[in-house]
Every structure is written in structure tokens, then in C-alpha cells.
């Protein structure tokens, strides 16, 4: 059984540009969720994906967007970056939407730096 | 004020110590509660959850909610330096989708 992987692992960009990010779901899951964590900082919600459709968001701009595709994959797009942007984020992955039972499995992160 | 307030450390302590680690919050809606481990470089890592209050166990780790002070804990037994890392408590609203987490504490335990 594999975990859920991320890529890329590290990048640096800078402000005003464009990142994709990708995740791909634990073997089962079909629902993904995504977190950004700014150092020294908790996970903060982003949103999450179940059955290609946006279910949940948190407090984040529209300029945070995402897809899922039907192997339950998913991109992170974040378009004209800014430099609070900076952080890891955190893709996981669940078996159903999210509730106690339905544990959550993360990645390793995508660490971005924005200069 | 935030939905979960952690104390972000560090903590340190000497191996074979015994670790309580805390957290608390302020929706009462919150049913689920969860730690996570998380080492340097890595994703979060699920620890233990419990729903409601009460205590639960695993090896060497108890989890403990009062939803009546609101107050999440988490107790190690026989710390080791492996167990260092940072440690994030978690909490959940059933039907809603997000995980709300504390700022996490950092764990040095010294050999």
C-alpha cells in the first residue's frame, strides 16, 4: 500500500508568479484535503476534494485553486504569489469525507519559498 | 483567539521522563480530537484520536479530552529521544471538513 506522494518536494518562486503543486491519494482514498503550514505554525485548511468537486474551504483567496481527476489525484494551483505564500503545504488523503473514523494520511509537503 | 491554543515550547526533558503535552479550545462544537507527530521534513503523522471525552490508550501514549474545560492532553511514558519531535493536537467538527490545529509544541528528549 502506498502513502499519499507529493511533488514537487522543494521549489523557489517569485512574487507574482504561478505554482502547481501535486498530490497523489493513498491507494483507497478518495477524498483529498490541503493544508498549508507556515513555519513554526499549525496546518491551516485550504480545501478539500470529493468526487472532482470542491467540499469545504477554508479562509484562503480565490487565488488558491485545486483540481481532482478521476484516479483522485489532485493540483494545488496558487497564482500571483505572494510572499506570506511561503510554506509547507500538506496534501493528505481519506477514505470519505472527513470525520474522526476517517483519518487523514499526509504527504511529505511541497516546501515553497517565495523571494 | 484561536479555535486551538498550543504551547509551542520547546519542552525538554531527559529520557525515561514522563511528557504531558496540552491544548485547548474554544468550539464547543468540536467532537473529534486528534494528535499528530510531525518530524523535521515530514507530513504530520496520526498519534491517537478519541471522540468526546474521555481517555484512550496506546503503549506507551494516553490521550485525554474534557470537554467540560475543554482541554486536550496528551501523556508519553518512558520518553525516548525518538520521540522528539513536534506534536500537533487537532480538533474536528462532525460534518464539517476541516481539521483545526493548535501551533504544535516541539519535544526534546536528551539521552
Known amino acids: 500500500e502506498t502513502g499519499v506522494t507529493q511533488s514537487p518536494t522543494h521549489l523557489i518562486k517569485t512574487r507574482g508568479q504561478q505554482v502547481t503543486l501535486r498530490c497523489s491519494s493513498q491507494s483507497g482514498h478518495n477524498t483529498v484535503s490541503w493544508y498549508q503550514q507556515a513555519l513554526g505554525q499549525g496546518p491551516q485548511f485550504i480545501f478539500q476534494y470529493y468526487r472532482e468537486e470542491e467540499n469545504g474551504r477554508g479562509n484562503f483567496p480565490p487565488r488558491f485553486s485545486g483540481l481532482q481527476f478521476p484516479n483522485y489525484s489532485s493540483e494545488l494551483n496558487v497564482n500571483a504569489l505572494e510572499l506570506d505564500d511561503s510554506a509547507l503545504y500538506l496534501c493528505a488523503s481519506s477514505l470519505g469525507q472527513a470525520s474522526g473514523a476517517n483519518v487523514l494520511t499526509f504527504g511529505a509537503g511541497s516546501r515553497l519559498t517565495v523571494l | 483567539q484561536k479555535e486551538v491554543e498550543q504551547d509551542p515550547g520547546p519542552l525538554s526533558v531527559p529520557e525515561g521522563a514522563i511528557v504531558s503535552l496540552n491544548c485547548t479550545y474554544s468550539?464547543?462544537?468540536?467532537?473529534?480530537f486528534m494528535w499528530y507527530r510531525q518530524y523535521s521534513r515530514k507530513g504530520p503523522e496520526l498519534l491517537m484520536y478519541t471522540y468526546s471525552s474521555g481517555n484512550k490508550e496506546d503503549g506507551r501514549f494516553t490521550a485525554q479530552v474534557d470537554k467540560s474545560s475543554k482541554y486536550i492532553s496528551l501523556f508519553i511514558r518512558d520518553s525516548q529521544p525518538s520521540d522528539s519531535a513536534t506534536y500537533l493536537c487537532?480538533?474536528?467538527?462532525?460534518?464539517?471538513?476541516?481539521?483545526?490545529f493548535g501551533t504544535g509544541t516541539r519535544l526534546l528528549v536528551s539521552p
Open positions: 487537532a480538533a474536528l467538527n462532525t460534518g464539517f471538513q476541516k481539521l483545526v
Open positions: 468550539n464547543s462544537a468540536f467532537q473529534y
